[in-house]
């Protein structure tokens, strides 16, 4: 545009046909949390008492292979739940309230990116910034058992390392609406983290005093609904008083709606309310 | 007389029951114009209408040809500084050119040598390895700018960027966004509420008052609209007792107020330009001091509601 002394040329490439911008998004988020001491801190003691001493402990047990029964036990753990509650809480309390303080939305919308993009960009950051705790460490684990097993049947350990594989992005993904969910209704990243925190244990805790008069009132717990679906995908099936559809409708609820207001919440956002 | 970049015409737009433009019409050509305003008076709905961020209730708004409403491929060519703080104080300025080039599509080596000549235009090589939480207000501004401009848009939308800094800043951005203009071929669309900024940098400006263009045109043409209104103008000095009786008998002022420890005088004219002329011969006349002469901001006000006929 125009002459300059400083090789100010235009740029004339495809912007706006850049479909993966939102990967930009993605990419600030982990860099961001990389850089965070607290994230950093959590994430260490989380993965050192959920995992490592497990697959320590696993790996030098004789074991004839990897199974089903051992994976959901170890992915339905109370520590390796409350950890991945924490660490959404953190990570999921910066996603949208930091940029509503800011105003910095106007940033992205301004810039050839949809609410869409900007809302799947944010999601993506968070799964692989969670992915860190909740899908790698589980294969890690698979591997690490497989790696060691004393039976020749490799080939249904590796079909329980693939289930591993799908559970922990399961696992990794669950949560993370919820997350967003609260991110989006304040401006303070503070009451986000904490709003997160407090909404997952709530819910378990109301589960927690009607489950004596039917079973289903688990499906009020984040958590029990989390664990059950791990069963669910390594093979072993609901309990047999959990009705299947309340399930489904359970699993929708904390993940379909909460996106839906997100989106809603950015779309007003986006036009300055 | 090239074509306008931005018509818009009888737009209004409401947030509810408040509204932002009412039956609003302007026509903005190739080069700077300033849009100056008191606050609410719809700068901000303006250039969020510009981006395409939110949608006018009635009528019609073209930029560059086309309707900016849901137009996302329309941004690569418009590039918004906002008038708030939103840059992210934990990154350094060239993570944050390499994060604003990421979402419009740059990347690699044209990304690299494209921030490191937009830092050398901003003034903001030295500094931008620093993190931003560290900058100061013009650097700040500086870098929401590189922001900006980093996409190289024909169109360049600034939202008071000038609010908050100091003279010289201010003098600092004011070269650089004229250098914008005249070096770099970029359209510029720059807003705020003091006329005399703005005047600084362009001769084209709209006033809104209220979501509405009071004026628009040649700021000389303004000026002149502007002329028959009453100014106050405050005069700081010594001896001005003699100098405030000589201008209760000129025909152009309407009042003069002594302040009560006769520092100064408030003096309210109806031709501003005539006090300015007359005041040579008014200091030789009345043996006064004068240490500063300046026009009040705050009447910016009164003279939007004056030249809206309110």
């Known amino acids: 545009m125009g002459l300059n002394p400083i090789e100010y040329r235009p740029w004339d490439g495809q912007r706006s046909k850049h479909a993966r911008r939102f990967?930009?998004?993605?990419?600030?988020?982990?860099?961001?949390?990389?850089?965070?001491?607290?994230?950093?801190?959590?994430?260490?003691?989380?993965?050192?008492?959920?995992?490592?001493?497990?697959?320590?402990?696993?790996?030098?047990?004789?074991?004839?292979?990897?199974?089903?029964?051992?994976?959901?036990?170890?992915?339905?753990?109370?520590?390796?739940?409350?950890?991945?509650?924490i660490l959404v809480s953190m990570v999921c309390s910066?996603?949208?309230?930091?940029?509503?303080?800011?105003?910095?939305?106007?940033?992205?919308?301004?810039?050839?990116?949809?609410?869409?993009?900007?809302?799947?960009?944010?999601?993506?950051?968070?799964?692989?910034?969670?992915?860190?705790?909740?899908?790698?460490?589980?294969?890690?684990?698979?591997?690490?058992?497989?790696?060691?097993?004393?039976?020749?049947?490799?080939?249904?350990?590796?079909?329980?390392?693939?289930?591993?594989?799908?559970?922990?992005?399961?696992?990794?993904f669950f949560l993370i609406p919820i997350g967003l969910m609260v991110s989006s209704l304040t401006s303070r990243r503070t009451y986000a983290a904490v709003g997160t925190f407090m909404a997952l244990f709530v819910l378990g805790i109301i589960s927690g005093i009607f489950?004596?008069?039917d079973a289903n009132w688990q499906l009020l717990d984040p958590g029990s609904v989390l664990a059950m679906s791990m069963n669910v995908i390594f093979g072993l099936g609901l309990p047999e008083q959990v009705d299947t559809w309340l399930f489904g409708a359970a699993i929708f609820a904390f993940t379909i709606p909460p996106l839906i207001l997100v989106y809603w919440r950015i779309l007003r956002k986006g036009v300055g309310k | 007389?090239?074509?306008?970049?931005?018509?818009?015409?009888?737009?209004?737009?409401?947030?509810g029951s408040v509204i932002g433009l009412n039956n609003f019409n302007i026509e903005v050509r190739s080069g700077i114009t300033g849009i100056v305003g008191p606050n609410g008076a719809g700068k901000s709905t303006f250039f969020k209408l510009l981006v395409g961020t939110i949608k006018v209730n009635i009528g019609s708004m073209l930029v560059m040809g086309r309707s900016p409403w849901k137009n996302q491929s329309q941004l690569k060519d418009i590039g918004f500084c906002p008038d708030y703080e939103f840059?992210?104080?934990?990154?350094?300025?060239?993570?944050?050119?390499?994060?604003?080039?990421?979402l419009h599509g740059m990347s690699g080596q044209t990304l690299a040598k494209r921030s490191s000549e937009v830092l050398k235009l901003v003034g903001m090589t030295e500094a931008s390895?620093?993190?931003?939480?560290?900058?100061?207000?013009?650097?700040?501004?500086?870098?929401?700018?590189?922001?900006?401009?980093?996409?190289?848009?024909?169109?360049?939308?600034?939202?008071?960027?000038?609010?908050?800094?100091?003279?010289?800043?201010?003098?600092?951005?004011?070269?650089?966004?004229?250098?914008?203009?005249?070096?770099?071929?970029?359209?510029?669309?720059v807003s705020s509420h003091v006329l005399f900024e703005v005047e600084r940098m362009t001769h084209d400006v709209a006033l809104l008052y209220k979501g509405r263009a009071v004026a628009s045109g040649d700021i000389s043409e303004i000026r002149d609209l502007m002329s028959d209104h009453p100014h106050h103008i405050v005069i700081q000095g010594k001896g001005l007792v003699d100098l405030a009786k000589s201008l209760v008998d000129?025909?152009?002022?309407?009042?003069?107020?002594l302040w009560s420890d006769r520092s100064a005088i408030t003096v309210e004219v109806s031709r501003p330009d005539e006090l300015f002329d007359s005041m040579p011969e008014l200091i030789a006349e009345t043996g006064c001091q004068i240490e500063s002469m300046r026009s009040l901001d705050d009447d910016l006000e009164s003279l939007f509601k004056y030249l809206a006929g309110w």
Request: hydrophobic share 45%; charged share 20%.
């Open chain 2, 129 to 189: 390895d620093r993190r931003m939480g560290g900058y100061s207000k013009g650097m700040k501004q500086r870098m929401k700018i590189a922001g900006s401009i980093l996409h190289d848009p024909k169109l360049l939308l600034l939202d008071e960027p000038l609010s908050g800094t100091d003279p010289v800043v201010r003098k600092e951005l004011i070269d650089m966004i004229k250098g914008l203009n005249r070096e770099h071929g970029h359209d510029i669309i």
């Open chain 1, 211 to 213: 489950v004596q008069f």
């Open chain 2, 1 to 15: 007389m090239s074509d306008p970049i931005v018509i818009a015409k009888d737009v209004s737009k409401w947030y």
């Open chain 2, 87 to 102: 840059l992210p104080m934990d990154l350094t300025g060239t993570d944050f050119l390499r994060f604003v080039g990421g």
């Open chain 1, 23 to 85: 990967l930009v998004i993605a990419d600030s988020i982990l860099r961001h949390n990389l850089r965070s001491k607290w994230f950093l801190a959590v994430l260490i003691v989380g993965t050192f008492l959920a995992f490592a001493l497990n697959i320590i402990f696993t790996s030098i047990t004789p074991h004839e292979s990897l199974t089903p029964e051992l994976m959901a036990s170890q992915m339905n753990n109370g520590l390796f739940y409350i950890f991945m509650v």
């Open chain 1, 94 to 172: 910066d996603l949208l309230a930091e940029d509503s303080r800011s105003n910095s939305l106007v940033l992205y919308l301004s810039r050839a990116l949809r609410p869409e993009g900007y809302l799947l960009g944010k999601l993506t950051g968070a799964f692989i910034t969670l992915a860190i705790f909740g899908l790698f460490p589980p294969i890690i684990l698979a591997i690490a058992v497989t790696a060691t097993q004393s039976g020749p049947d490799y080939l249904s350990s590796a079909k329980v390392i693939l289930e591993t594989v799908v559970a922990g992005i399961w696992a990794t």
């Open chain 2, 250 to 257: 000129k025909p152009y002022t309407v009042s003069v107020q």
